[in-house]
Nanobody
Framework: QVQLVESGGGLVQAGGSLRLSCAASGGIFSINNMGWYRQAPGKQRELVATITSGGSTNYADSVKDRFTISRDNAKKLVYLQMTSLKPEDTAVYYC?????????????????WGQGTQVTVSS
């Protein structure tokens, strides 16, 4: 069974930095897009950044020039380097991956989510 496990969240002062990591495991054949989303209290989950298997990236306007997404395809890892953090970045951050597995000799694509990691930025 595919699992995504995030780590690296925590409490940081405004202007500080954090690096989130997400490890994918569990019978994975390949991974297409990977990404980070976040959900603040009382708000909908929103896209933060995505990265294709070829390394093309996309960012929400609110995090451009502050956050950097990267991945290690061989190790099935995706990272989110966050700098110049603001209180409004406070949220639970979720890892997402479009994962391909082989079931009954067929390739099955599943949209997978991690359990989330809390990021709190104090002012």
């Amino acid at each position: 069974q595919v699992q995504l496990v995030e780590s690296g969240g925590g409490l940081v002062q405004a202007g500080g930095s954090l690096r989130l990591s997400c490890a994918a495991s569990g019978g994975i054949f390949s991974i297409n897009n990977m990404g980070w989303y976040r959900q603040a209290p009382g708000k909908q989950r929103e896209l933060v950044a995505t990265i294709t298997s070829g390394g093309s990236t996309n960012y929400a306007d609110s995090v451009k020039d502050r956050f950097t997404i990267s991945r290690d395809n061989a190790k099935k890892l995706v990272y989110l380097q966050m700098t110049s953090l603001k209180p409004e970045d406070t949220a639970v951050y979720y890892c997402n991956a479009e994962v391909k597995t082989i079931k009954s000799m067929r390739i099955v694509t599943t949209d997978c989510w991690g359990q989330g990691t809390q990021v709190t930025v104090s002012s």
